[in-house]
T-cell receptor, first 114, second 115 residues
Framework: AQSVTQLGSHVSVSEGALVLLRCNYS??????LFWYVQYPNQGLQLLLK??????LVKGINGFEAEFKKSETSFHLTKPSAHMSDAAEYFC????????????FGTGTRLTIIP | DAGVIQSPRHEVTEMGQEVTLRCKPI?????LFWYRQTMMRGLELLIY????????DSGMPEDRFSAKMPNASFSTLKIQPSEPRDSAVYFC?????????????FGPGTRLTVT
């Protein structure tokens, strides 16, 4: 069964600084990987997805993530944090082998320091 | 597209009462998922449907919870009787497997408070 681990339940960065949110996955088959963002009092919104077409994936709002098979990682980055990036971020995995369920990580709450 | 629609957005009820949450998936999507989110337990998958048929309900906490999908455009999650520990945000999500990679689209959620 696949799983994801998000390192750090809370991350704080200064406005303008690099954002790095960590996600490691476990899957017996090549996975599909996703990052979702949840703003306060809202549902989860898809940021980006990896589906094996390219290892570096660009998403909305300037975020990107790199799939590294050797490290079983799919970390989310943004070069310069903005106040509006404050939210909770979830990594998710699907094995894509007819398993339609997504397995979500426990989430990382990102705080932006002015 | 209107996205996934959930109603009500907020529900406050007393312990013992029946609660019904509603969801309209994105038109054409063939999978529908019900999740529950709490501070303590995070995001939990309760049940999901494919073409209106329940596929996996192993996440449903107990017999007080039931879900139905009478047609492709409507699903309900019912709690009867409700208990304070059911207080949570309940999300509905839908996905389309044909030509996609299983990404799910979430509704805004229903915040349930049981007093």
């Amino acid at each position: 069964a696949q799983s994801v681990t998000q390192l750090g339940s809370h991350v704080s960065v200064s406005e303008g600084a690099l954002v790095l949110l960590r996600c490691n996955y476990s899957s017996s088959v090549p996975p599909y990987l996703f990052w979702y963002v949840q703003y306060p009092n809202q549902g989860l919104q898809l940021l980006l997805k990896y589906t094996s077409a390219a290892t570096l994936v660009k998403g909305i709002n300037g975020f990107e993530a790199e799939f590294k098979k050797s490290e079983t990682s799919f970390h989310l980055t943004k070069p310069s944090a903005h106040m509006s990036d404050a939210a909770e971020y979830f990594c998710a995995v699907s094995d894509g082998g007819g398993n339609e369920k997504l397995t979500f990580g426990t989430g990382t709450r990102l705080t932006i320091i002015p | 597209d209107a996205g996934v629609i959930q109603s009500p957005r907020h529900e406050v009820t007393e312990m013992g009462q029946e609660v019904t949450l509603r969801c309209k998936p994105i038109s054409g999507h063939d999978y529908l998922f019900w999740y529950r989110q709490t501070m303590m337990r995070g995001l939990e998958l309760l049940i999901y449907f494919n073409n209106n048929v329940p596929i996996d309900d192993s996440g449903m906490p107990e017999d007080r919870f039931s879900a139905k999908m009478p047609n492709a455009s409507f699903s309900t999650l019912k709690i009867q009787p409700s208990e304070p520990r059911d207080s949570a945000v309940y999300f509905c999500a839908s996905s389309l497997t044909s030509g996609t990679f299983y990404e799910q689209y979430f509704g805004p959620g229903t915040r349930l408070t049981v007093t």
